[in-house]
């Protein structure tokens, strides 16, 4: 599985941008999909993640009621839906595939890893 993340850019705190993450090479509808991120000098950490029926999704606490994980598997994409910017926030924004889990949290769960889009908030 080829997994191709885009949507990254420059906004300022408060706005909104809308990550995409389509994959290529087999489907994803069997696979638990998740976003992670790494900002400058720390460790990637976890952020939303979406079951492979598109339910129970979950969040880290840093980002609940303002970031949003959906996928549309006819299209073989997944989306993470960012919105109240926080200077926080800037970082490179991962996606990732699960083959197992239902809804993994740890980067060990993961089999397939996209290139990474950066993402920048301004204050």
């Known amino acids: 599985v080829q997994l191709q993340a885009y949507g990254g850019g420059l906004v300022q705190a408060g706005g909104s941008l809308r990550l995409s993450c389509a994959a290529s090479?087999?489907?994803?509808?069997?696979?638990?999909m998740g976003w992670f991120r790494q900002a400058p000098g720390k460790e990637r950490e976890f952020v939303a993640v979406?079951?492979?029926?598109?339910?129970?999704?979950s969040y880290a606490d840093s980002v609940k009621g303002r970031f949003t994980i959906s996928r549309e598997n006819a299209k073989n994409t997944v989306y993470l839906q960012m919105n109240s910017l926080k200077p926080e926030d800037t970082a490179v924004y991962y996606c990732?595939?699960?083959?197992?889990?239902?809804?993994?949290?740890?980067?060990?769960?993961?089999?397939?890893w996209g290139q990474g889009t950066q993402v920048t908030v301004s204050s």
């Open positions: 090479g087999r489907t994803l509808s069997r696979y638990a």
């Open positions: 990732a595939a699960s083959g197992g889990g239902l809804v993994p949290v740890l980067e060990s769960e993961y089999d397939y």
């Open positions: 979406i079951s492979w029926t598109g339910g129970t999704p």
